[in-house]
């Protein structure tokens, strides 16, 4: 199934909170830690602007757009600044990760589970 094929405003609300999306990713994009290349507060906030307008404009009837903007909005200096020093919380992601999954394919505990009931 195709986007397009749901039609109406779910499918319209749905490609426009993607495009929503990929505008977020191309300010994260400019990150030295991607790039290998530095970056410049001017770029940053450029492609802000451009993620700030297409929410304003063509989110503004997605409510989840509009939240989205809201909290981008409200940390806009601290997302700056991160992609600005190529911050990333790659290593706690990848920790986390490994953790669940050595969790998952852990096998059941071999001791047997006691509990001790109060006579009343």
Known sequence: MRLADLGGDTGLAIGTAWRTKEHLRAVLALSPTRTGLATCRTDIDRAL????????TTGATVPEVVTLAETVSRWRE?????????LTNVVHQQTRTRYVASRATRPACPLPVTTTTSAA
């Open 49 to 56: 602007t451009r993620f700030f307008e297409y929410a304003a």
């Open 78 to 86: 601290e997302i700056a600044n991160a992609v600005l020093h190529g």
